[in-house]
């Protein structure tokens, strides 16, 4: 499926937040990826997907965090620190 029809199936979509699971499911391809592409070419998202998104985010900044703390301790016990 090219970009086009990725964007037209969206665009016709009725809940276009599903839609993008669909595209995922028929493309191949994560549903990241079929969001760069709408974004990219300029489709507006729903508001519960950015939102989702988001959250992912902030998620992933907490297990960031977590881990860089645990490297950090990790790094100063090997120097004798802490």
């Not at 191949?28 to 990826?33: L, P």
């Not at 519960?48 to 985010?57: C, F």
């Amino acid at each position: 499926m090219t970009e086009n029809e990725i964007c037209y199936s969206y665009r016709t979509a009725k809940n276009k937040a599903e839609q993008i699971q669909v595209l995922s499911q028929l493309c191949g391809i994560s549903e990241i990826q079929i969001i760069s592409i709408l974004v990219k070419n300029g489709r507006e998202l729903p508001q519960r997907v950015v939102d989702r998104l988001y959250k992912r985010l902030d998620a992933l900044d907490e297990k960031i965090l977590e881990k860089e703390r645990e490297y950090k301790a990790i790094v100063a016990a090997l120097k004798g620190e802490g």
